[in-house]
């Protein structure tokens, strides 16, 4: 069974910072992709930023220049560092993986449970 687990979200004032992190751990073989999504009162799960285990990133316009996706293939773990952060950037942040358990051929797809990110004065 693969887990992913978040952790690091929290209450901050508008132009703080936070760093989020998702641990992965269960029965791996390959991890091809991770991202960030976010989900707002009232809104839909958006994409937020991805990486590959290649090193690639793409992030959404909204948050370029501000955020950072990065990961740390040897213990199964990515991060999210949220800089200069807005109220808008207020939201449930959900990471999610593309992954090959052990025993399987296919690629699955997992969620974390989530975490809060509140941004006010």
């Known amino acids: 069974q693969v887990q992913l687990v978040e952790s690091g979200g929290g209450l901050v004032q508008p132009g703080g910072s936070l760093r989020l992190s998702c641990a992965a751990s269960?029965?791996?073989?390959?991890?091809?992709?991770m991202a960030w999504y976010r989900q707002a009162p009232g809104k839909q799960r958006e994409l937020v930023a991805v990486?590959?285990?290649?090193?690639?990133?793409n992030y959404a316009d909204s948050v370029k220049g501000r955020f950072t996706i990065s990961g740390d293939n040897t213990k199964n773990t990515f991060y999210l560092q949220l800089n200069s952060l807005k109220p808008e950037d207020t939201a449930v942040y959900y990471c999610?993986?593309?992954?090959?358990?052990?025993?399987?051929?296919?690629?699955?797809?997992?969620w974390g449970q989530g975490t809060q990110v509140t941004v006010s004065s």
């Open positions: 999610n993986a593309d992954i090959t358990p052990y025993g399987l051929t296919s690629v699955q797809n997992y």
């Open positions: 990486i590959t285990t290649g090193g690639s990133t």
């Open positions: 269960g029965s791996i073989f390959k991890i091809y992709a």
